[in-house]
């Protein structure tokens, strides 16, 4: 089955700084990749996403990448503020539909 | 997106008892749903997959005779932990999507803790 690793598990930046959070994948039938983020005690929240079909998406301040070949995509955000402070939950599916998530980065933006 | 709601959002019960859970998509017409479970600090764990009018599809190791899923119209789908036990204390999602393989939205979770 499909296997998706995320890295770093933590992640502190400075109120204004970039962050990145990576992801790699098993499946190379996966063709859409989710993130989400998710604040204490509440569920995921969809942030942005991508499909197999394109290589970069971007969201405001918020970006993800995809190399199809290498089986990796990354989150980016840029100018980073406290309220970006939450957990991170990247994700690969197929067209079968069951999505597999990473393991989470929490994001902490020190003010 | 899609607005999902959860009932209730905490629920604390005596072991042995049977607690019922309400995943309800408000905005549109849910063709798939999927109920996670999550443990503190970790990340979400696919329990079932429901289509409405069928029956719910199971991951491997989730006892479907403990874990009851009925997903009886578009808008509703309940997870019925049945004879709780305190292992069973976790924090359930469901989310919802339009087919099979699209988006999926997450409700707001529910935190059971059984005593």
Redesign the interface.
Same mark, same amino acid.
């Given at each position: 089955g499909e296997n998706v690793e995320q890295h770093p598990s933590t992640l502190s930046v400075q109120e204004g700084d970039s962050a990145v959070i990576k992801c790699t994948y098993s499946d190379s039938a996966s063709n859409y990749f989710p993130w989400y983020k998710q604040e204490l005690g509440k569920g995921p929240q969809l942030i942005i996403d991508i499909r197999s079909n394109v290589g970069e998406k971007k969201d405001q301040r918020i970006a993800v990448t995809l190399n199809k070949t290498a089986k990796h995509f990354s989150l980016h955000i840029t100018e980073t503020q406290p309220e970006d402070s939450a957990v991170y939950f990247c994700a690969a599916s197929t067209d079968a539909g069951k999505s597999t998530f990473g393991d989470g980065t929490t994001l902490t933006v020190k003010p | 997106?899609a607005v999902?709601s959860?009932h209730p959002s905490r629920v604390i019960c005596k072991s042995g008892t049977s607690v019922k859970i309400e995943c309800r998509s408000l905005d549109f017409q849910a063709t798939?749903m999927?109920w996670y479970r999550q443990f503190p600090k970790?990340? *979400?764990m *696919?329990m079932a997959?429901s289509n409405e009018g069928s029956k719910a599809t199971y991951e491997q190791g989730v006892e479907k005779d403990k874990f009851l899923i009925n997903h009886a119209s578009l808008t509703l789908s309940t997870l019925t932990v049945t004879s709780a036990h305190p292992e069973d204390s976790s924090f359930y999602?469901c989310s919802v999507?339009r087919?099979?393989?699209?988006?999926?939205?997450?409700?707001?979770?529910t935190?059971l803790t059984v005593l």
């Open positions: - | 997106g999902v959860q798939t999927f970790q990340s *979400l *696919l997959t999602i999507s087919d099979f393989s699209d988006t999926q939205y997450f409700g707001p979770g935190r």
